[in-house]
């Protein structure tokens, strides 16, 4: 069974930094691939960063110099680090492993990490 447990959100104020942490169970990210995604209250869910299986991170444009999306394959853990945050990056954050997919849709996702922005 796959599972994705996110950790590391919390209240930060205009600025601050938080990092994020993603353990998978069933899967290993370093095979089926890394991705954090986001969803903003009333939002659909958005994707935030990815991993490729060679190591190579894309952003998505609203986050990019913000944000670092890391991996340990050794602990089959995701990290995003996350400065100079913004109000509009309250979201919950959830991570998961793109080659996981069926039909173009994932089959497992976490309970996500509240991240708020607020002053």
């Known amino acids: 069974q796959v599972q994705f447990v996110e950790s590391g959100g919390g209240l930060v104020q205009p600025g601050g930094s938080l990092r994020l942490s993603c353990v998978a169970s069933?899967?290993?990210?370093?095979?089926?691939?890394s991705a954090w995604y986001r969803q903003a209250p009333g939002k659909q869910r958005e994707w935030v960063a990815g991993?490729?299986?060679?190591?190579?991170?894309h952003y998505a444009d609203s986050v990019k110099g913000r944000f670092t999306a890391s991996r340990d394959n050794a602990k089959n853990t995701l990290f995003l680090q996350m400065n100079s945050l913004k109000p509009e990056d309250t979201a919950v954050y959830y991570c998961?492993?793109?080659?996981?997919?069926?039909?173009?849709?994932?089959?497992?996702w976490g309970q996500g990490t509240q991240v708020t922005v607020s002053s």
């Open positions: 998961n492993a793109p080659l996981t997919k069926k039909n173009g849709q994932y089959a497992y």
């Open positions: 069933g899967i290993t990210f370093s095979v089926y691939g």
């Open positions: 991993i490729e299986l060679g190591g190579n991170t």
